[in-house]
């Protein structure tokens, strides 16, 4: 359901909050699994894995992966608030000093850089 309503809401081409949260959800599902797994071996005295395993390391890698991202989604939006903030700022400045109702503006700011 999660990992759904992230793509009923994210926005092309990227389509980011859709694949953080399936990689999220994915991670979370497979140390769940793990766990259950580690549990029988103990509960019923079954050998270990006989190979290196480093699964759990790759899933909790994942989760960190999209931690990381998020806080940098983040940050950037905050970010770009603080830019649309100043620039509102400034066109109200000016259209006080001016007393113009339009305030010509020949650069455009870009989208929000969380959908990058």
């Not at 991670?27 to 766990?35: D, F, H, I, M, N």
């Given at each position: 359901r999660i990992i759904g309503d992230a793509a009923e809401y994210d926005h092309p081409p990227d389509y980011t909050s859709f694949f953080q949260a399936r990689r999220e959800?994915?991670?979370?599902?497979?140390?769940?699994?793990?766990?259950?797994?580690?549990?029988?071996?103990?509960?019923?005295?079954?050998?270990a894995f006989d190979v290196v395993d480093d699964t759990e390391d790759t899933l909790r890698s994942a989760l960190a992966d999209v931690e990381r991202e998020r806080l940098e989604n983040i940050k950037a939006?905050?970010?770009?608030?603080?830019?649309?903030?100043?620039?509102?700022?400034?066109?109200?400045?000016?259209?006080?000093?001016?007393?113009?109702?339009?305030?010509?503006?020949?650069?455009?700011?870009?989208?929000?850089?969380?959908?990058?």
């Open positions: 959800e994915h991670a979370k599902l497979g140390l769940s699994v793990l766990e259950i797994t580690n549990e029988l071996r103990r509960s019923y005295a079954l050998s939006q905050a970010e770009w608030n603080e830019r649309m903030v100043a620039r509102i700022a400034e066109r109200e400045a000016a259209l006080e000093i001016t007393g113009r109702g339009v305030v010509d503006d020949k650069e455009t700011e870009p989208h929000s850089p969380v959908q990058k």
